[in-house]
């Protein structure tokens, strides 16, 4: 047997876990990068060099900017409302003295779901005539709405599976921090005269930073990645006002088979995320407070 | 030691590479040839099921071919699935495609021409036994690019029940579009309201071209390099649609299948769908079905759809045997029975003077109202174009845009402005 020395066998148990990810995720993204640059579809099933040539058709078509503009809308709309209601629910769940782990147990069990079979789901509620939401709806007297069909309201449908899915994740993410805030620094705000708001807003979140930056960034991940759902329920329709940015590089790539213009999407949205998150690390990143 | 890290990483790497390059199927030079089956199903109903078994049937009838049957999803995700099998250089040696994929399979150099196997089989004894209006599609400046097989015409679905309680005959079903109106009309009286309605019209854009020939333009080119949406018929044909939305006798948007179990559950009383679904409606209403040639307006015209079968591009011994077994698919007897069951157009003349057959459609007349169509009125060709997937999205689009309350000249604007950037690259080449 070949002996190692110390210096060496780190380098080897971590090379196997960084081929793999190197021909799965770096490789192809090069790759992906390298063939944004040429006309690859139908008509050129051997990629010819096209400069920058998909990149100036996308920037300038509608579709594009529309698609940009619902995954912005998305994103945000996600984050804000499945980050701020899991922090909500983990601080009461935290609370809770009895039953604290059915709570638990109920909310995060959307996370468990696949997204394909959670969407499947979500197609009968929304059904127009006779699913359970418009059923309610026409209960209490309400008119019944189109979720899917109906190009104003659909983004927002889709958006409420996203924000089901994964605010129960999220909310054990917040509980988990939450727990190691020390009772006694709670008890002494508490003889001290701080109320809750207080406890909560001095005490609580600037001890669990580091979670809430974790959080954000695999929000941000999952926002982006959201294609399962728009898949299943609305194929990006009606009148593409669903379509989110991996459908539509998934559409350009292998309904159209245009893959020079997929090419160019897939390393624009790399671009963007690594933006989005440097930022972020560089800005809230900073702040956050480590435990030592 | 350098040195053996890097031999190292290299052992993995080359383990990695081989266990993938082990994928690719390997056929023996004897014994039976293996030939892997794409195929869609792209209406309401178990078609798989069928589809099954008479792929075992074939595999059971001879001892040369063996034919896995791959079921791959709707037509649209067939396509992805065959057109990014044949990329990688792992197409399937044949399959049934929507075929209006045609000019896209031969940009691509996916497809073999049959004309040699249809010479082998005897020519224009052989071929003519499909129905012309069939063949048309397949036929591209002389070349035979593949067989018919789950053939189809948009057909006008009533509810006969719903009909007669309206005081409609039940026997004279609307013929024109005005007549539609005026029956949806006597509907609403009697029927809607509560997601019920006198009539819908998914959004398709297969049931659009007919509409755009019956109000006397025309949409796609025939060599399919471009597409005319900015045009006066295009309102007409709008016009028509919105009408019926704004008064309220149909849904604005309802997608394909959904629109068909509307119509079964009884919350729809006339329906424009494809003959495709004829069985699938039969079986699972509980009223009385009546079935007619969709609704005319200037010219008594109409269109054909469905799937053929395609040969990929392999070697000889493969095509050989594709071939073998696409001609046992759509011989007189079988196309006969995929009809029966499926609900689609038989393909075959010869088929159609079967005692089986006949007897089945004398107990179905339903059965036959299709193929009645296709003889009184003219056909045309689906619609048809290069980028075939992109430009019958954007033409979904508009559907969904101007029903939905757009403006209807800015959309036909910009809609035709992004189909001409689609089809620049084949324009040119014109």
């Known amino acids: 047997m070949i002996m190692l020395s110390k210096r060496v066998r ?70 804000l409302v499945s980050t701020v209601l899991a922090l909500f629910l983990a601080v009461q769940i935290n609370k809770v003295t009895r039953g604290g782990s059915i709570f638990k147990s109920v909310f995060f069990y959307p996370t468990m779901i696949p997204m394909a079979a959670a969407a499947l789901i979500w197609l009968f509620l929304f ?19 189109n979720w899917l069909n109906d190009s104003s309201v659909a983004l927002f449908s889709v958006t409420v599976v996203g924000i089901w899915k994964y605010t129960g994740y999220y909310m054990l993410l917040f509980l988990a921090g939450l727990k190691n805030v020390p009772d006694e620094l709670m008890d002494a705000a508490h003889i001290e005269g701080a109320n809750g708001f207080q406890r909560l807003f001095r005490i609580s979140l600037p001890l669990i930073s580091s979670h809430i930056f974790f959080i954000l960034i695999i929000a941000i991940i999952n926002a982006m990645e959201a294609v399962d759902q728009i898949f299943i329920m609305t194929q990006g329709g ?4 669903t379509n989110l940015i991996v459908y539509f590089i998934y559409q350009q790539g292998f309904r159209f088979w245009d893959m020079g213009m997929a090419s160019a999407l897939t390393s624009m949205l790399i671009v963007a995320l690594v933006l989005v998150v440097s930022v972020l690390f560089l800005t809230l990143g900073k702040k956050v407070y480590y435990e030592v | 030691m350098k040195k053996r890290i890097a031999l190292c990483v290299l052992a993995v790497l080359l383990v990695g590479t081989l266990a993938f390059a082990g994928g690719g199927r390997e056929q023996a030079a004897t014994g039976p040839v293996y030939l892997r089956f794409f195929y869609p199903v792209g209406v309401a109903g178990d078609h798989a099921r069928i589809m099954d078994r008479m792929v075992r049937e074939f595999n059971a009838s001879q001892n040369e071919v063996v034919v896995e049957a791959i079921f791959s999803g709707g037509y649209r995700e067939t396509m992805e699935r ?19 994929a045609t000019f896209d399979l031969i940009e691509m150099g996916a497809i073999l021409p049959l004309d040699r196997f249809i010479e082998q089989e005897g020519g224009n004894a052989f071929i003519s036994n499909y129905l012309a209006g069939f063949m048309e599609i397949s036929r591209l400046d002389g070349t035979t690019w593949s067989l018919p097989f789950q053939r189809s015409t ?17 026997n004279a079903p609307p013929r024109t579009w005005a007549e539609v109106e005026r029956a949806a009309s006597v509907l609403s009286n009697h029927f809607g309201g509560d997601g019920r309605w006198p009539i819908s019209i998914p959004i398709n854009f297969w049931l659009l071209k007919p509409m755009i020939l019956q109000a006397g333009g025309s949409l796609d080119a025939p060599d399919g390099r471009s597409v005319a949406i900015d045009t006066p018929e295009m309102r007409q044909a709008f016009g028509y649609m919105l009408n019926l939305v704004n008064r309220g006798y149909m849904p604005a948007i309802r997608q394909w299948a959904p629109s068909v179990n509307d119509f079964i559950a009884g919350n729809v009383a006339m329906l424009y769908n494809s003959t495709g679904s004829l069985g699938h409606i039969s079986r699972s209403a509980s009223f009385e079905v009546g079935t007619a040639f969709l609704p005319t307006h200037r010219r008594e015209v109409v269109i054909e759809g469905g799937g053929n079968f395609f040969i990929f591009r392999t070697d ?39 005692p089986f057959f006949q007897e089945h459609v004398r107990q179905n ?20 174009t290069f980028q075939q997937a992109q430009v019958a999205e954007l033409l979904n689009e508009v559907k969904e845009n101007i029903l939905g309350g757009a403006n209807i000249d800015v959309t036909l604007r910009e809609a035709q402005t992004s189909a001409d950037r689609i089809l620049a690259r084949f324009q040119q080449r014109r």
Do not use: C
């Not at chain 2, 057109?83 to 044949?94: D, H, I, K, R, Y």
């Not at chain 2, 948009?154 to 039940?170: E, T, V």
């Not at chain 2, 011989?331 to 029975?337: F, L, T, W």
């Not at chain 2, 007349?365 to 060709?381: D, G, H, K, M, Y």
């Open chain 2, 154 to 170: 948009p057909l006008f679905y009533f509810n006969k029940d719903l009909f007669r309680a309206a005081g409609l005959d039940p």
């Open chain 1, 238 to 241: 009606p009148s593409n006002s």
């Open chain 2, 365 to 384: 007349p339903n059965a036959i109202t299709a193929f009645n169509q296709l003889q009184s009125v003219e056909v045309e060709r689906n619609f048809m």
């Open chain 1, 10 to 79: 780190p380098y080897l148990f971590v090379a196997p876990a960084f081929v793999f990810l190197f021909m799965f995720t770096y490789y192809p993204t090069g790759f992906a990068f390298v063939r944004s640059f040429f006309h690859w579809n139908t008509s050129n099933i051997q990629p010819v060099f096209a400069g920058v040539h998909n990149y100036v058709e996308l920037l300038q078509s509608r579709r594009f900017w529309q698609v940009v503009g619902n995954t912005v809308v998305y994103a945000v709309s996600f984050i």
């Open chain 1, 127 to 145: 059904l127009p005539d006779f699913g359970l939401i418009n059923y309610y709806l026409r209960r209490i007297g309400l008119p019944s709405i």
């Open chain 2, 82 to 100: 065959a057109q990014t099998a044949f990329l990688s250089g792992n197409a399937p040696e044949v399959a049934v495609l929507d075929a209006p």
């Open chain 2, 316 to 354: 000889e011994r493969r095509q050989q045997a594709a071939w073998k077994f696409i001609t046992w698919m759509t011989n007189a007897e079988n196309a006969a029975q995929w009809s029966i069951e499926s609900g689609y157009v038989a393909v075959r003349e010869d088929s159609y003077s079967l």
